[in-house]
T-cell receptor
Framework: SQKIEQNSEALNIQEGKTATLTCNYT??????LQWYRQDPGRGPVFLLLIRENEKEKRKERLKVTFDTTLKQSLFHITASQPADSATYLC????????????FGAGTTVTVRA | ETGVTQSPTHLIKTRGQQVTLRCSSQSGHNTVSWYQQALGQGPQFIFQYYREEENGRGNFPPRFSGLQFPNYSSELNVNALELDDSALYLCASSLSISHEQYFGPGTRLTVT
């Protein structure tokens, strides 16, 4: 069966450290992988998209890697700040004519000042 | 540029009733998708509309239906509500040529 698994435990880190989140999937062949941020009671906000032929993508303090052999994406927040505290969702996008995003359950990150 | 808006914010319904949720797409976006998010879970795809036609559907029964209007706004209708329909319903708009989706704040539906 198809599965998308993110860190099962919430992540608590000290301000200034790097948070690393994992997204593993089985029985999918995504053309793209997306990361979203969701704050309590709000809709997800798009952060980054990485294509299957890209190994790494950066945006400001965020870095995403995508390994289609391991079927895994890593999401890094460097120099973390309390404002980064949120739930982070990975989403698989099959691309082409496939229209839907398939989301993981998310990882909640709390950054302590 | 106006973002995605949804109404109402919260709704309480009784089992067996019907509900209509509304979404206004971000300006210029011609595609709208609806998702259901249960507490502690990721969003689950319900269906997508592109230029007023359904463009794909997830594993939801026919009592979940939708519409997209010429101005690209959209409705989600749910008939014969069940307790398990209690969730946050999210609308997301996008450009057909783009993959990132822009979500609204959601409608919190509680079925009692």
């Amino acid at each position: 069966s198809q599965k998308i698994e993110q860190n099962s435990e919430a992540l608590n880190i000290q301000e200034g450290k790097t948070a690393t989140l994992t997204c593993n999937y089985t029985n999918y062949s995504p053309a793209y992988l997306q990361w979203y941020r969701q704050d309590p009671g709000r809709g997800p906000v798009f952060l980054l998209l990485i294509r299957e032929n890209e190994k790494e993508k950066r945006k400001e303090r965020l870095k995403v890697t995508f390994d289609t052999t391991l079927k895994q994406s890593l999401f890094h927040i460097t120099a973390s700040q309390p404002a980064d505290s949120a739930t982070y969702l990975c989403a698989l996008d099959m691309g082409s004519n496939d229209y839907k995003l398939s989301f993981g359950a998310g990882t909640t990150v709390t950054v302590r000042a | 540029e106006t973002g995605v808006t949804q109404s109402p914010t919260h709704l309480i319904k009784t089992r067996g009733q019907q509900v209509t949720l509304r979404c206004s797409s971000q300006s210029g976006h011609n595609t709208v998708s609806w998702y259901q998010q249960a507490l502690g879970q990721g969003p689950q795809f319900i269906f997508q509309y592109y230029r007023e036609e359904e463009n794909g559907r997830g594993n939801f029964p026919p009592r979940f239906s939708g519409l997209q209007f010429p101005n690209y706004s959209s409705e989600l209708n749910v008939n014969a509500l069940e307790l398990d329909d209690s969730a946050l319903y999210l609308c997301a708009s996008s450009l057909s040529i783009s993959h990132e989706q822009y979500f609204g704040p959601g409608t919190r539906l509680t079925v009692t």
